[in-house]
């Protein structure tokens, strides 16, 4: 079985490993973990939420010959999700209610006598706006006396970036991509006034965690606490009385950015109606003449775009540094849809880097699928002049990524440029319009052009004219 491949995020779970087999997504169970999957499987519950795509859809397959070899006792074989995307990249809402699903289940497995032996946010993953549990090998008979040994972990990899946007305005981005593990009681009650402890959760869940911990780090502890909570008589009502809590804390979090300052943000951004039109018609006849796969909308912006290519697409990843935008392109998909694009908050600049162990826990953005087709519209202006990138460079990527290239070239002359210059003190750098041009021509083919705002901007319609990985 020269194609089964491991996935370096599963390795810490000793009773299930992940594999990649011949384009399948299976999942190698232990004999602890076959009997806890065979437990779940005839809950109702499990039926449910797998019918509503709150649990990802998943079957027991035959063993592979090669898993058999090598200890394991049972495989299952998970659907596919269509775009792997880590919780650094996601907007406030969208950790917010990834967090509910992750409590829902738990409180549901809970009535069956059930439960989450952990409560990573990595165990959610996302089909569009839809955030789906995928890590089945999570769930495990509840013993009478155990506690939710996954608290602690909520709160380092839900709630407190959740309180540290909603509470204090920070992006949580930085942190979690910065730890995998999250970020520790202690760092947010450092953070946190006297007014935010008394905020909903800061003074149980952050305040009291911080001392928790703080005395338990001094103390000689002898036996786990896990057996202490059980010698004690932990009762199942404790642990669905603070799930309840929590869902009600999670549920009123909001990130509090007025929606004035909102309303200002989109019309600095708009288009007059007659070029919006002209754009958006050579943009979606790119998409249905291609009738991609897989569309990344590189700068997505407010998502128009990636909404508009969405019709024409398998699937559309939206992506934008820009986290007021991408977080208002979520709610708009929740309520609205459509069903297949997913938001991402992304500094193109600086993209997500290959992390954990070995760097091979969490991979790079390109590794995690080729694009049929590339949007990158009105965005290389911003990385040359604003992130400092050589034009080159940038347009090298852009040939490295897709097979196909939608191009805005916003020219020297356009007033948001010259605003951009004057802000770096009038220098040009590589940007003036007729080497872009020709640096284009040289590392694409050119399918079809045009130009609208009476030529301050070009559209470009491209196929690489390089291989991936290769640059001039």
């Given amino acids: 079985m020269t194609s089964l491949r491991f996935d370096a995020g599963s390795f810490r779970d000793r009773e299930g490993r992940v594999v990649y087999f011949e384009n399948r997504v299976l999942r190698a169970l232990s004999p602890r973990a076959l009997e806890a999957w065979e437990r779940l499987a005839a809950t109702a519950f499990f039926e449910r939420m797998s019918e509503q795509g709150k649990i990802v859809p998943t079957r ?17 074989e998970h659907q596919r999700i269509s775009f792997v995307s880590y919780p650094y990249e996601w907007p406030f809402s969208m950790l917010r209610d990834a967090a509910l699903l992750q409590l829902e289940l738990l409180r549901l497995a809970l009535d069956d006598n059930m439960i989450l032996k952990d409560a990573s946010s990595y165990n959610v993953q996302w089909q569009g706006a839809q ?20 608290y602690l972990q909520f709160c380092q990899l839900y709630l407190y970036p959740l309180f540290l946007t909603a509470y204090l305005d920070v992006g949580f981005q930085p942190w979690l991509r910065g730890s995998l593990e999250g970020i520790g009681a202690e760092e947010i009650n450092r953070l946190f006034s006297w007014r935010d402890r008394l905020r909903p959760g800061g003074a149980t869940d952050v305040y009291l965690q911080a001392r928790l911990q703080a005395a338990h780090a001094k103390a000689e502890v002898s036996g786990s606490l896990r057996q202490e909570m059980r010698r004690v008589g932990f009762r199942k009502q404790m642990i669905v009385r603070n799930v309840e809590r929590l869902e009600k804390i999670v549920r009123r979090l909001r990130w509090r950015r007025s929606e004035s300052e909102w309303a200002s943000y989109t019309q600095a951004c708009s288009y007059d109606s007659e070029n919006r039109r002209h754009k958006r018609r050579f943009v979606e006849e790119a998409a249905r003449q291609l009738s991609p796969s897989l569309v990344w909308d590189l700068g997505c912006n407010t998502g128009d775009y990636s909404c508009l290519v969405a019709e024409h697409a398998d699937y559309v990843v939206a992506i934008d540094g820009d986290h007021l935008a991408v977080e208002h392109l979520y709610r708009r998909l929740a309520m609205d849809g459509p069903s297949n694009v997913l938001p991402l908050c992304i500094q193109l600049a600086d993209p997500s880097p290959a992390l954990g162990w070995r760097e091979r826990e969490r991979r790079t953005l390109s590794e995690r699928g080729r ?33 196909t290239l939608v191009l805005e070239l916003v020219t020297e002359s356009d007033p948001m440029v010259q605003r951009l210059l004057r802000n770096k003190g009038g220098a040009v750098h590589d940007y003036e319009t007729a080497f872009v041009v020709a640096r284009i021509e040289e590392r694409f083919e050119v399918l079809e052009r045009v130009e609208i705002q009476n030529g301050l901007r070009h559209l470009y319609l491209l196929q690489p004219r390089i291989q991936p990985g290769v640059t001039f």
């Fill in 131 to 150: 955030p789906v549990f995928i890590d089945v090998a999570s769930f495990e008979t509840w013993v009478t006396g155990d506690p939710w040994a996954g």
């Fill in 60 to 76: 027991r397959v035959e063993l592979p010959e090669e898993l058999e070899t090598a200890g394991w006792a049972a495989a299952l």
């Fill in 371 to 403: 694009p049929d087709l590339v949007l990158c519209l009105a965005l290389i202006h911003h990385l040359v002049i604003t992130a400092n990138l050589p034009v080159a460079e940038v347009l090298d990527w852009l040939a490295g990524l897709g097979d």
